[in-house]
């Protein structure tokens, strides 16, 4: 069966970096799009980024872009998404996500439980 | 960026009543090539992730009982819980996939009146 079990979540001072995993098995991973979504305590869903089956094509939100990257290894079944220059703002439970499909184009079948991330000093 | 509004921001409903939540968004989100619309529910418990409900704006995801309906197209769409149980209570959410980014509606909050 399809799981995601994302990792890396913690405290971080604001300023510093830190790097999310999200493990995948029960599918072919190399050619499935991933996604990460947050979600603010008590708020709604965020859309992160996406990156496509082979690694070639992403995309970010808007208020994102430079601070965060998103990557994959498909010899490791793994999604990583590097936040850097960490903010309050960026306190948030971190989902790694799926799509049936090796680019975006279709919903997000799947969610990990999670990870959370909290930017505090 | 396409801005999805659900309506209303809260609900609740009797058990074995009927529950509708809309979402507008601010461009169409129908795909004419395929005739299809990029347009999916969320429905999220305490405590856990997101669950697909429905997608192309009608399609029921696997598993999902089917008192839970999706209607509309372009830009207006309606996610429809036939008879409300206990275990509807959740928060619920539209998203369109047709471009990135993908943006979701900023979440309806259902309970039992």
């Known amino acids: 069966q399809v799981q995601l079990v994302e990792s890396g979540g913690g405290v971080v001072q604001p300023g510093r970096s830190l790097r999310l995993s999200c493990a995948a098995s029960?599918?072919?991973?190399?050619?499935?799009?991933m996604h990460w979504v947050r979600q603010a305590p008590g708020k709604g869903l965020e859309w992160v980024a996406i990156?496509?089956?082979?690694?070639?094509?992403?995309f970010y939100a808007d208020s994102l872009k430079g601070r965060f990257t998103i990557s994959r290894d498909n010899a490791k079944n793994t999604v990583y998404l590097q936040m850097n220059s960490l903010r309050v703002e960026d306190t948030a439970v971190y989902y790694c996500?799926?799509?049936?499909?090796?680019?975006?184009?279709?919903?997000?079948?799947?969610w990990g439980q999670g990870t959370l991330v909290t930017v505090s000093s | 960026d396409i801005v999805m509004t659900q309506s209303p921001d809260s609900l609740a409903v009797s058990l074995g009543e009927r529950a509708t939540i809309n979402c507008k968004s601010s461009?169409?989100?129908?795909?004419?090539?395929?005739?299809?619309?990029?347009l999916a529910w969320y429905q999220q418990k305490p405590g856990q992730p997101p669950k697909l409900l429905i997608f192309?704006?009608?399609t029921r995801a696997s598993g999902v009982p089917d008192r839970f309906g999706g209607s509309g197209s372009g830009t207006d769409f309606t996610l429809t819980i036939s008879s409300l149980q206990a275990e509807d209570v959740a928060v619920y959410y539209c998203?369109?996939?047709?471009?990135?980014?993908?943006?979701f509606g900023q979440g309806t909050k259902l309970e039992i009146k």
């Open positions: 996500a799926r799509v049936d499909a090796g680019d975006g184009y279709k919903p997000f079948d799947f």
């Open positions: 029960g599918f072919t991973f190399s050619s499935i799009a």
């Open positions: 990156i496509w089956y082979d690694g070639t094509t992403k």
């Open positions: 461009q169409s989100v129908l795909y004419t090539s395929n005739n299809k619309n990029y």
């Open positions: 192309w704006a009608s």
């Open positions: 998203q369109q996939y047709y471009t990135t980014p993908y943006t």
